[in-house]
């Protein structure tokens, strides 16, 4: 059916990974009593008694989401499992398993198949993981890895994006964009090495970001937190595609408005020195920017003061009714719409 | 780690799948008590009820599994759905659901995509598995699937390799060799194409070597049929790398030697015609071959009766302790060592 080139064909990247997933979705005929949500959240949930399988399945792919020549390989496989993980955080639910797969071109020795390995199980020692399947197979050109990762949750506890309230306080853990400055960084220093091969690379004074983004971390404590404190987030999500798509995410789900205060987005002064060395705005580099893998989430009021105890967690605005529309305001008070130009799968290449 | 050139690096595919498989379950130190099975069948087992869920995860990956050139994109979306189902039937369990993650090349249209999924929502539809959730991605080069299906069974039904007996009958389904006949068919009329554009591809007489490769099915219908005649295999696998490797596996997983006959294995009548013409013996094409998506399993010589009632079985050998050895028997009782030259993820390339 590609042979007709008459047809008007529509590119990928027209459409998005988020209107692709939706159509998928809308072609879906077949529905278990056993699914409790299917496509649409951080994971799907299936099971049939009080206790839920919680799942959720990532790529990653060389060229697309990390550059091996600056990517050591047991930090790539550090990354696989977290990736991972967090979406079963995101779901207020501890990760318990994971099954991997990886594809790759047999220019890699088996030494490196073991470093990447090696970073594999470093995680899953960290997050107490375990490691129960994957398959294994060449690929023609580059590396691919897919995980699935999964948790039990009780279907009280279980958070989808879905359950923002009016009011609500919007939260997000520790602070954002820190990651998509590392990237910025070591891209920079790629093109100069492309460039002039004998300047080595200046990487002094940026541990924070490069380590955002080389080896990133689940905050399986935030749920662990969550819990002692006696709070279950309203809605929830992890934040990987940069602030504002997760945001957006919550509402459309939620079917809520919201606003964000942009003085009150986390950035950690080390992301904002580098980014404004690079002439990006920090908050821009923070609601855009992606891989994060920290926690947004919405509580209801009367948890503020839980909120107190919890320690690394900012709220950076609140829910409104769907009618407001999605607002992000400026510490001077002006307010504008809050709009995504995060991550596009297809549009990046 | 990889910038030493001195060291003496080991190319992957001395070591091979399942030597790598092996490799990287020594190194799983974590756990869980929810585990019932881990790496090392055709599904992992997990959950702490008398209900458990049974999960498989597989790759097919474009230039290794699959050549766009005569794989139609539909063919290709219901195969994914088959390969990964194909792995829950041979834990006789029923499949339900399916994570189904995708990168693609944006070389790719819209349309391509829709065709694909066209695919796997006709092959969800067929075997009622719910599509529930995946990644999707683009990609540098080339087309990667992974597949993630599960399905709920009861503990004492769960069938593993491990579990064959001394004298067991070894079955098998329906017949094998078809689907790699069919591979070498279409390699064969490609070779041609591509020496001369202008010849038409030849695939008269072919249809059903030819189905059998380009859409293949998993054998769920002999897993009701099992249970309605009240027989619970001691050990099963899928064949989906040729009947000599799973063989094998059973063996090693049971810890005994078997017995095969020959000439019991089946092979379809089309299938010996096309292969004799190229010149393979038909049962070595049976054994070495791949993707058939037929169940092999072994039952205790008491439910020999209730076999006969199940239809499209074939008993063609039976197990016998370690210390036998793995035969193969020709008719004429000429005994040799079953040997293994199947598939071998990293040496096809």
Redesign the interface.
């Known amino acids: ?2 042979e007709d080139l008459n ?1 008007n ?7 998005g ?1 988020f209107g ?2 939706e ?2 979705k809308q ?6 009593s ?2 409790v ?3 649409g959240d951080d ?2 949930v ?4 009080a ?1 839920k ?1 919680v ?5 990653l ?5 990390f550059d091996l020549s600056y990517v ?2 047991k930090h790539l496989g550090y990354k696989s499992v977290i990736v991972n993980i967090s979406d079963v955080c995101a779901m207020n639910v501890v990760p ?2 994971l ?1 991997l ?1 990886i ?4 220019r ?8 990447f ?2 970073g594999v ?1 470093l995680a ?2 960290k997050y ?15 590396f ?1 890895i ?1 995980g ?1 990762a ?1 948790g ?1 949750g009780n279907t009280n506890e279980i958070v989808y994006r879905s359950g923002a309230g009016d009011k609500d306080l919007i939260c997000v853990t520790g602070d954002l964009g820190a990651a998509y400055a590392g990237l910025q960084l070591l891209e920079r220093e790629k093109r100069v090495f492309i460039e002039n091969p004998n300047i080595q690379p200046d990487l002094s004074g940026n541990d924070y970001i490069l380590e955002r983004q080389l080896k990133p971390e689940a905050r399986l404590d935030m749920i662990r937190k969550l819990k002692s404190v006696g709070i279950t987030p309203t809605s929830m999500i992890d934040v990987s595609d940069g602030l504002a798509s997760e945001v957006l995410h919550l509402c459309k789900s939620s079917e809520k408005g919201c606003v964000i205060y942009m003085h009150k987005i986390p950035v950690d002064i080390a992301t904002s020195v580098f980014l404004e060395e690079m002439k990006i705005f920090p908050t821009i580099g923070a609601l855009n920017g992606g891989e994060d893998y920290e926690l947004l989430f919405t509580v209801n009021q009367r948890d503020f003061e839980k909120l107190q105890e919890l320690g690394d967690v900012r709220i950076i605005g609140y829910m409104t009714d769907k009618s407001m529309g999605c607002k992000i305001e400026t510490e001077d008070g002006r307010s504008s719409d809050l709009e995504s130009s995060g991550w596009n ?2 549009a ?2």
Chains 1, 2 share one sequence.
């Open positions: 059916m590609l047809r064909l529509t590119p990928l990247e027209k459409l990974e692709l997933i159509e998928i072609q879906v005929n077949v529905h278990h056993t699914t949500k299917g496509i994971c799907a299936i099971g049939s008694g206790e399988w799942l959720t399945s990532d790529v792919i060389e060229g697309i989401h050591p390989l318990t398993h099954i797969n594809a790759i071109s047999s890699f020795p088996l030494e490196a198949v073991q470093e390995y090696s199980h899953c020692e107490n993981i375990e490691l129960i399947g994957g398959d294994t197979s060449t690929s023609e050109k580059g691919f897919s699935t999964m039990i799968a297809f990046h290449h």
